[in-house]
């Protein structure tokens, strides 16, 4: 956020007053937190008066129309909580401090929560973008010694800077048309993520003879995981011979590019070398669903806890891809794991995973799936990849637009 003379970097043209500074006291015509009635009491919930945690903030995101808990008039009268009319701004002050969100329904709040009614001359949208770009500022208000908490006199003491409501407004509504396109691509990945979901359990047989769509009426023959992978263990002779890759359970990365840095051993000499469309997976993590094919890169390496494995002439990597992270497969790997000294890791016991039983069809029926499959992942990652570029310039758009 650059300013010069309380002039943003990029502005309207049409408008060239010097933004004013302010405290949010000063434009706030009514702010108070919320309150909590006792748990203990039962008569107090279960009413109909909508109830906001912060956790439905999280969820919700920007437009708050539905809160998991609500509670009833008592409980309303027997606590600090008020009733915050519609179109208010809520500001969480703990937990996920600096979250915003605004209310389309009339609600109570926890106490977390501190709710913000704005005087005539200030746009609720453009605050709401305003304080969400503030929130990497707001960690300067939080007192010594408190838990990364805020109250009520910190964030009236915030120092913000403000238009006139015209140019307020032509921000809000050029931000707002921004989100409202990511809005929009993300309900398109949605349904092409929950297509491809239904198409795997449609496509791929189970446990029955043949999926319900095929692409011929031939049985699909049953074979272990034994009879299609062969391990691979070739290891580097130099230190980094090729790029660092880490297999996570949202694909495999090059590691300096997913952590930020290398997180790896300074000498790799000797890690594993896996090449492009051999499948690999962390043996402690493959119960959550850490298992990928490489079809990023055409060498690599790769820790010496990981497994290798390529495939043979059974089975085509296009048509296996798409089966390996399915909830059946992710199943069978928790059955083949044991209990290791982390909760979180557990120890795949090699001959039971290797004994895991799948089916496959002919291997024209494989290229047809795995074709079907490739196509609409095409298309998701392509939305994807759509969705990251505009939250980048909306983020861009946020710092050099506010004052």
């Known amino acids: 956020m650059q300013c010069n003379k309380n002039i943003p970097e990029l502005r309207f043209p049409e408008f060239k007053e010097e933004w004013e500074e302010k405290k949010l006291s000063q434009i706030i015509y009514k702010a108070k937190a919320g309150g909590t009635p006792k748990s203990s009491i039962k008569e107090y919930y279960n009413g109909n008066i909508p109830f906001l945690s912060i956790n439905d903030m999280t969820n919700e995101g920007k437009y708050i129309t539905y809160t998991e808990k609500s509670i009833t008039e008592k409980g309303l009268k027997n606590s600090s909580a008020w009733l915050v009319p519609e179109k208010s701004l809520l500001y969480s002050m703990y937990a996920s401090v600096g979250f915003v969100s605004i209310n389309n329904i009339p609600l109570t709040t926890s106490q977390a929560i501190f709710n913000i009614i704005f005087k005539e001359q200030i746009s609720l949208e453009f605050m709401y973008y305003y304080l969400t770009f503030y929130k990497r500022y707001s960690h300067k208000y939080i007192e010594t010694g408190t838990q990364g908490n805020l109250n009520a006199k910190l964030i009236k003491n915030f120092k913000i800077k403000i238009p006139s409501k015209e140019e307020q407004e032509k921000i809000a509504n050029f931000l707002t048309c921004i989100d409202q396109k990511i809005s929009f691509m993300e309900k398109k990945y949605t349904i092409l993520e929950n297509y491809y979901k239904s198409l795997i359990h449609q496509t791929y047989a189970f446990n029955q003879n043949k999926p319900k769509i095929t692409f011929s009426n031939m049985n699909w023959e049953e074979i272990s995981l034994n009879d ?79 497994k290798i494995f390529k495939t043979n002439k059974k089975v085509k990597i296009g048509f296996l891809k798409h089966l390996l992270k399915t909830e059946r497969m992710i199943y069978e790997y928790k059955l083949s794991s044991e209990q290791g000294a982390s909760i979180v890791r557990r120890n795949l016991n090699m001959n039971l995973f290797l004994d895991i039983k799948i089916k496959i069809p002919s291997i024209e029926e494989q290229e047809k799936i795995a074709r079907l499959m490739e196509y609409i992942m095409s298309h998701r990652d392509k939305i994807k990849k759509e969705i990251n570029i505009a939250k980048e310039f909306k983020k861009t758009m946020l710092s050099k637009m506010f004052c």
């Open 228 to 306: 299609i992978l062969d391990e691979i263990n070739i290891k580097s002779t130099e230190n980094n011979q090729y790029p660092l890759l880490s297999s996570t359970v949202n694909g495999i990365f090059l590691q300096d590019e997913y952590f930020d840095r290398n997180v790896g051993s300074k000498d790799n000499t000797g890690y594993k070398i896996i090449s492009k469309n051999e499948i690999v997976f962390s043996p402690q993590n493959l119960w959550m669903g850490n298992i990928n094919v490489n079809d990023k890169f055409e060498k690599g390496i790769v820790s010496p806890s990981y």
